[in-house]
């Protein structure tokens, strides 16, 4: 029906389009949740989610609705309607269609595990952070989002029941890998590839939004990493399911070490998981992903070629 209507925009517009669907989405699935939340709250759940009690289990399984609404409202939603309506009728979209074979997939998988003390030592690098003194109200603010992000964390993952592993599990890497995949790799940095003509650019550029989107900016420089292996994975293969297995493995294991870790299970949180100054582990872990990355990219080239 209206599948490729806008098909023939320029690439600006249809950048405009995507950032007007994002932001339309994320305020109906803000309004559908404090609809959905009403008749168990009251009224006054506005001022509950403004000021939220972390300690309050209330309170967190109604913020935790809120997440799971905005995720697939407002992040997966726009980049589903916005691919049917960018895309050509004569062209299917080929992202998720496209199947990649057990070996790459099985090579993501150790790529993540094996990338873990590169995106601790960038997320040590990070944590010094430090601004001029003319930007000290910056860095104030920065200071507080991440405080705040620390809060939520803490709040959502600190319950050791099997059921709320199970919701952390949907929540936290399962919906997170479906929608910033679908809209980062397979929206955004497929928008910026065939705008600047530049497979390079587009990574960089997807991955740096990917990166700031998430508010917490002494988290920025992993994330940012992290993005620009996504995005090139989707590249190399033509398929989102690549980045959605990397995404997934990635908070899948935050969530499985800091369950374990509040177990008493073992001794490391999810925020420490990874972090090790020690170099003789950053340069096995560096060596490890250059040759994963290089083994996926020769053999997703010779499967674009054989296909």
Known sequence: MLRGIYSQLNNFSKFILLITLVFSFLLFSLLLGILVLVPFYGTGIISILASPNYSEPAV??????????????????PAIVYLWLCSPKEKKYSGLLKSVSPIAVFLTFILIVLIQPIIGWASELNSHLVLPKFLAFIEEWMKSKEEIGAQVTEAFLSSTSVNSLLINILMVAILPAFAEEILFRGALAGLFKAWTKNVHLAVFL????????????????????????????YFWSGSLWLPIVAHFTNNFLSVIVEFLFRKGMIQTNAEN???????????????????????????????????
């Open 273 to 307: 998981f990874g972090v090790d100054n020690a170099t003789w582990l950053i340069v096995i872990s560096i060596i490890g992903v250059t040759g994963i990355l290089f083994s996926i990219y020769n053999l997703t080239s010779r499967q674009n070629k054989e296909g």
């Open 60 to 77: 967190i399984t109604a913020m935790k609705v809120m997440q799971i609404l905005n995720m697939v409202g407002g992040l997966l939603l």
């Open 206 to 233: 997807s991955a740096f939004i990917f990166a700031a989107i998430h508010m917490q900016f002494y988290g920025f420089l992993p994330r940012f990493l992290l993005g620009t292996a996504l995005g090139y994975l």
